[in-house]
Structures are given as structure tokens and as C-alpha cells.
């Protein structure tokens, strides 16, 4: 692809999933690409995604996975439609890392592994004549004055109120001083504010604020949930796993495994209902969560198996040895009560099906998994380009979508990054690129 005759530039901000697939894309199609990224390697959250096995995708009917998008994520949706989960496992077997199915529909690499992965990913970028640039943090754009020419008065994100030059992005490197990039297009893929310690750290929101462009404010999402633990149960149950449980928020529940942290709970049933948590909690002050500690039986089977109680058993025997609770359980019991466990059988039962929790806070966004908010989803084109900011495109957590673990985080990731450069593709093809000489960067400051 070429802009006057020589290859159109397209910058790449941010060397996670959404910026390596987008600079995969663009160069593909013939453009000269250079990522961006502030830390010292790329892909650093896809790392970390793998201590958990890489969770890419999930095999469930196409309908129902783009429904965990919910609603008003149009965009997310059609870009998931584009390129699905099968899509998504072809091109890893592609890189030499075909998938394997869990148990559970969740698609996995056959390794388990993201390291191999990521490795044979760099080799095709590299294939394909991407530059990758480390230690080089996104600033903004160059002011503009108005006369619509750059303004060269500030090195540090515009604040002008006359605006910005979209085709010219200034990096700041590790030795303090700043460059200037000029390109055709520009695809940022920056992440949310989720484990800012591998990169994502949310720090574009005030350029792109700064801009104009509307960013919803980023918040956790697939979080834990703090709860006031007492000393004794902090002291004795951290780190334990409550087994086979489901959770309870406004009528909707979510099942699986949960862990008892320092301040509260986290695990995959949480994560699940942590959304709705934390908005409860941002309109209410408080969330009432509850935990059913046997799901497979209902009150009447409950108060059957409580009856059958030994006279001389204290609470907690007869717990375990009608029902099976684990301490950890019987500990939440007591823990939920004040330590005031009911001995009738019927009111015993009910509370075990509901374990009342009341959580007043989750976790913080620096520990969650992902991030909901962020550029809504009203800022953007159909192509994912930014309505404001012509020749400017952004994919994954930047934009304001949030779903469930499961990949669905990772698979819309890649999505959106697809169609974002997909968009800057056409963006140049339709000769509305930057009108810098034979479109060439225009680099000052001693930038490559």
C-alpha cells in the first residue's frame, strides 16, 4: 500500500495484544509500521494472561458469546462477528500454536503456554518488516495553532484549546528527551488501567480528554470483592478455597470456586457478578452478596440432611458430617453470623443457601483483571476510527466494552484490533492519509 508513491506510515501505540495484531494487519498490507511501547518488551499482560493457561477464546454458539458483550457494545459485537473463534484458532495453528478445548468450551493453547506463542508471533512481525520501538511513552499529539500548523511552544500533551494534529505523535524515551512521529494513520491499542505494573496503566486518558474525545472513566471489572473480615477468620482461612459455591447478586448467580483473600473474596463466581457489584455499590453505597454453599440442594434436601444431626454433635460436626462443608465454609457461616449459627434445622437451611455478605468496596482497578470504561463507544466510526481525530483508530480496553472471563476479553481484544486496522487500511486507500512528502515520517529529535 502507498501513499505518493512510497509505503503509507502507520504508528502503532502500544505493544499488547490489540497493537501487535493491528501492526500484523497494516503490515500485511504493505504499510511501514513501527509499535510503540513504553515498557521494555511487548506483550507483557498476554504473559500474564498465560500463568493462567491463556484463556483466547470460547466454543460456545456464536449468539450467545457476543451477547456477554451486552448491550449498547454494537461495535464490539460486529467486530467479534468478523473475526470469531474460529477465526481466532486458526490463526494461532497459523503460528505453529493450535488450540485445545477445556471442559468447560474454553479454547486454550495446546502448550498452555504464551510465551511460544508470543515468540512466533515477533518472528512473523518481524517477517513482515515491523519496527518495534521500547521505552518510548506516548506524550499526545503536537498542538496545532490556529492556522491549523503545528505549535512547537510544548513538548508534553497538548492542552491548546485550538486543538491537535492527529498525524503527529510525540514520544517521550527513557533518557528524557521527546520525539515526534508523523504518519498516515495511527491505531493506539494502550489497554485499560488493569495491571498498570505490565503496562496498561490508563495514562492516554488525559491526551485523548484533553482532545476533546469523551472517555468514560475507567473502572475494575472481573474483580474481587473486599468484605470486612474479622482477625481470627483473616488469620486462619487466607488463602483458602470455598468449593463448588454459587454466588448471588440482584437475583443473578454465577457458579464455581471462590478464594478467601486478606479482605475479602475473589475467584471466578466473583468475577462473574463483579459488575453488577460494583455499579450497586456506586448507586447504593453497599451490595448485599449471597453465597450459596451447597447449590446442588435445595432447603428441603438441606433441612433432611441437618436432621439427621447426632445429639451430641456441636454445629460445626453436624455440618460436616451431613452436608460435607469444608472449615473454610463453616467458617464463612460463622464469620456471616457474628458467630451466632442458627440449631434450627429449617433456618439453618436457608442461611446456608444464602450466606449473607455485605460488601461496601471492590478491589482496586490496579488488581482486577480488566478494566470497564474508557473512549465511548459514541466517539467512534464504524471502522473504529475516532470521529474527532481523523486517521486515528483504537482497539481493545481503550474503548468503553467489559465482559466476562471465559476469552471473551482476549478474542474481542483481537476483534477490535482486526477491524481498527482494517479501517486505517481503507482510511488510506481512500487517499485520506497524512500529506507529509511521499509519506514518509516526518521525525524530529533525532526519532527513527
Not at 468447560?104 to 513482515?128: E, K
Not at 495514562?203 to 475507567?218: C, K
Amino acid at each position: 500500500m502507498t501513499t505518493n508513491e512510497a509505503p503509507a506510515v502507520a504508528t502503532v501505540v502500544g505493544g499488547g495484544p490489540a497493537g501487535l495484531m493491528a501492526a500484523e494487519v497494516l503490515a500485511a498490507a504493505g504499510m511501514r509500521v513501527t509499535v510503540f511501547e513504553h515498557m521494555a518488551s511487548v506483550g507483557r499482560k498476554l504473559l500474564l494472561a498465560g500463568r493462567g493457561g491463556l484463556n483466547l477464546t470460547h466454543t460456545e454458539p456464536l449468539d450467545d458469546l457476543v451477547a456477554r458483550y451486552g448491550s449498547g457494545a454494537d461495535p464490539i459485537v460486529a467486530a467479534v462477528r468478523a473475526f470469531d473463534p474460529g477465526q481466532l484458532r486458526a490463526w494461532c495453528a497459523g503460528l505453529g500454536e493450535p488450540t485445545v478445548v477445556g471442559s468447560s468450551g474454553r479454547v486454550f493453547p495446546r502448550s498452555f503456554r504464551a510465551t511460544p506463542l508470543l515468540r512466533a508471533w515477533l518472528r512473523r512481525l518481524d517477517d513482515l518488516g515491523v519496527t518495534i520501538e521500547t521505552r518510548a511513552r506516548w506524550l499526545g499529539w503536537a498542538p496545532v495553532d490556529g492556522r491549523g500548523r503545528p505549535d512547537d511552544r510544548g513538548s508534553g500533551p497538548s492542552t491548546a484549546p485550538v486543538g491537535v494534529d492527529p498525524r503527529r505523535s510525540r514520544f517521550g524515551r527513557a533518557d528524557g528527551s521527546v520525539h515526534e512521529v508523523v504518519s498516515d494513520v495511527t491505531v493506539f491499542g494502550l489497554g485499560g488501567a488493569s495491571w498498570p505494573r505490565v503496562g496498561s496503566d490508563g495514562g492516554w486518558v488525559v491526551p485523548f480528554d484533553g482532545a476533546g474525545v469523551r472517555v468514560v472513566p475507567l473502572r475494575p471489572a472481573n474483580c474481587g470483592v473486599l468484605v470486612g473480615w474479622t482477625d481470627g477468620f483473616v488469620d486462619r482461612f487466607a488463602g483458602a478455597a470455598v468449593k463448588a459455591v454459587a454466588i448471588e447478586v440482584d437475583g443473578v448467580r454465577a457458579r464455581g470456586d471462590v478464594v478467601v483473600t486478606d479482605d475479602g473474596l475473589e475467584g471466578g463466581p466473583v468475577y462473574a457478578r463483579s459488575a453488577t457489584i460494583r455499579d450497586t455499590i456506586a448507586s447504593q453505597g453497599r451490595c448485599e452478596v449471597r453465597v450459596d454453599l451447597r447449590p446442588d440442594l435445595d432447603v428441603d434436601r438441606l433441612v433432611d440432611r441437618l436432621a439427621r444431626r447426632r445429639p451430641k454433635d456441636s454445629v460445626s460436626t453436624s455440618l460436616r458430617r451431613t452436608l460435607g462443608l469444608s472449615p473454610v465454609a463453616i467458617g464463612l457461616v460463622r464469620e456471616a453470623t457474628a458467630n451466632r449459627v442458627p440449631t434450627d434445622v429449617v433456618e439453618l437451611a436457608a442461611l446456608l443457601k444464602a450466606v449473607p455478605l455485605v460488601v461496601e468496596r471492590t478491589a482496586g482497578i490496579e488488581r482486577a483483571i480488566s478494566s470497564a470504561g474508557g473512549i465511548a463507544l459514541d466517539q467512534i466510526d464504524a471502522s473504529f476510527m475516532v470521529r474527532s481525530l481523523p486517521g486515528t483508530f483504537v482497539a481493545g480496553e481503550m474503548l468503553d466494552w467489559e465482559a466476562p472471563t471465559g476469552g471473551y476479553l482476549l478474542q474481542a481484544t483481537f476483534a477490535t484490533a482486526i477491524a481498527a486496522a482494517e479501517g486505517a487500511i481503507r482510511w488510506v486507500e481512500d487517499g485520506r492519509g497524512g500529506d507529509h512528502p511521499g509519506g514518509h515520517p516526518a521525525c524530529e529529535g533525532g526519532a527513527p
